[in-house]
């Protein structure tokens, strides 16, 4: 398995509060992804990042923002979680941008 | 608007039998078609992948089927065991764009003995 670590795996929050959800890789892999999954939409990229400091919006981008000050890791916030958000999030790597793509294990996120 | 339509959403199959999981896409500009397997609890793993210059690929028990002029997809599982009881995900995306990948919606595969 690529080495790819979510966390947290599971979290549930209140509507209002900001959530932060980590990728951290062990890769050395310059693309990083964030997607989220609900039935019947497959996975939707939210956002990405093709290097330290360089991200880009993906289908689904409102309400969240990303950071990634270090290879290894992706972080993906929330700024004020709204219940629409509850879902489960992805993250996946990929060493260039026409590489396969390895996804996490993800995290389950409620929002009530 | 989906751009990657997969079908069906669901789908039973005898042991030892075919599965065949449908996708079609709109955007032309697509160049890498992956199929995921996903299990309970876990991450899509990528499964096989395609590329538009040929118009089947065969890993295994794994066919995927392209049809450029029709903007479809296929993936085939022969002989399919409990053990392929998943949900798959057909994919697309632009290699050049970063591999962003768009996905359809899923089809759960239940494979009874």
């Known amino acids: 398995d690529a080495g790819i670590t979510q966390s947290p795996r599971h979290k549930v929050t209140e509507t209002g509060t900001p959530v932060t959800l980590r990728c951290h890789q062990t890769?050395?892999?310059?693309?990083m992804y964030w997607y989220r999954q609900d039935p019947g939409h497959g996975l939707r990229l939210i956002h990405y990042s093709y290097g330290v400091k360089d991200t880009d919006k993906g289908e689904v981008s409102d309400g969240y923002s990303v950071s990634r000050s270090k290879t290894e890791d992706f972080l993906l916030t929330l700024e004020s979680a709204t219940s629409s958000q509850t879902s489960v999030y992805f993250c996946?790597?990929?060493?260039?941008?026409?590489?396969?793509?390895?996804f996490g294990d993800g995290t389950r996120l409620s929002i009530l | 608007q989906q751009q990657v339509k997969q079908s069906p959403q669901s789908l039973i199959v005898q042991k030892g039998g075919i599965s065949i999981i449908n996708c079609a896409y709109e955007n032309t500009a697509f160049d890498y078609f992956p199929w995921y397997q996903q299990f309970p609890g876990k991450g899509p793993a990528l499964l096989i992948a395609i590329r538009p210059d040929v118009s089947e690929k065969k890993e295994g028990r794994f066919t995927i089927s392209f049809n450029k002029s029709a903007k479809q997809f296929s993936l085939h599982i022969m002989d399919s065991q409990p053990g392929d009881s998943a949900t798959y995900f057909c994919a697309a995306s632009r290699g050049a764009a970063g591999n962003k990948l768009t996905f359809g919606g899923g089809t759960r595969v239940l494979v009874k003995p």
């Open positions: 996946a790597i990929s060493e260039t941008g026409g590489q396969p793509q390895h």
């Open positions: 890769e050395n892999h310059r693309y």
